[in-house]
């Protein structure tokens, strides 16, 4: 597996310990790069599909690209993820942000800090399933976790998504579920 330091946005496969192949896609800030700058790198993993077909061939009309765009111009690659069972990822998923998910995270992590651009400091963060999972995977304990934001993420299913000020949600999540 072979990342090219000179291509802004890549995609590719990144296997994990129980031989999943999760589906990733990685924007390098080619010019910090080129010049020899190692990098952070900021990680979001979703089941919401990374990734969809493009109208037209480029980077820029990826759905991830304004993303990109930004922590690619703040000096960071970034990093996004299909979770297993979702999007191309291969596997199954047999529960919301299950310990292998989370496993899978952790992975990710040591992955993207093992690349030679990488100066091996990794943040993550994500909006409600993204942020759970952000949240989860620091409790790993993994060396190169250096910042978690959990964006609007809920800690309180029951209170915060079905009944928010008390008020049933039931028809809303019925479909969703």
Same mark, same amino acid.
């Given at each position: 597996?072979?990342?090219?330091?000179?291509?802004?946005?890549?995609?590719?496969?990144?296997?994990?310990?129980?031989?999943?192949?999760?589906?990733?896609?990685?924007?390098?800030?080619?010019?910090?790069?080129?010049?020899?700058?190692? @990098? /952070?790198?900021?990680?979001?993993?979703?089941?919401?599909?990374? !990734?969809?077909?493009? +109208? =037209?061939? %480029?980077?820029?009309?990826?759905?991830?690209?304004?993303?990109?765009?930004?922590?690619?111009?703040?000096?960071?690659?970034?990093?996004?993820?299909?979770?297993?069972?979702?999007?191309?990822?291969?596997?199954?998923?047999?529960?919301?942000?299950?310990?292998?998910?989370?496993?899978?995270?952790?992975?990710?992590?040591?992955?993207?800090?093992?690349?030679?651009?990488?100066?091996?400091? @990794? /943040?993550?963060?994500?909006?409600?399933?993204?942020?759970?999972? !952000?949240?989860?995977? +620091? =409790?790993? %304990?993994?060396?190169?976790?250096?910042?978690?934001?959990?964006?609007?993420?809920?800690?309180?299913?029951?209170?915060?998504?079905?009944?928010?000020?008390?008020?049933?949600?039931?028809?809303?999540?019925?479909?969703?579920?």
């Amino acid at each position: 597996m072979v990342l090219d330091p000179n291509r802004r946005l890549q995609s590719l496969y990144v296997p994990v310990g129980d031989g999943v192949r999760l589906a990733v896609d990685v924007w390098l800030p080619v010019e910090r790069v080129a010049a020899g700058e190692a @990098v /952070g790198a900021v990680v979001r993993t979703t089941r919401y599909y990374r !990734a969809a077909e493009p +109208a =037209r061939v %480029g980077p820029e009309f990826d759905a991830n690209w304004a993303e990109g765009e930004l922590w690619n111009a703040a000096g960071f690659a970034f990093v996004v993820a299909d979770v297993r069972g979702t999007g191309a990822s291969f596997g199954v998923r047999t529960s919301e942000l299950g310990e292998r998910e989370i496993a899978d995270f952790g992975e990710l992590i040591d992955w993207v800090a093992a690349w030679p651009w990488s100066n091996g400091r @990794v /943040g993550v963060y994500g909006t409600s399933y993204e942020g759970q999972a !952000a949240e989860l995977v +620091a =409790r790993l %304990g993994n060396p190169h976790l250096v910042a978690v934001a959990a964006l609007f993420s809920p800690n309180d299913p029951y209170r915060q998504l079905f009944y928010p000020g008390g008020a049933a949600t039931a028809r809303r999540f019925a479909r969703w579920m």
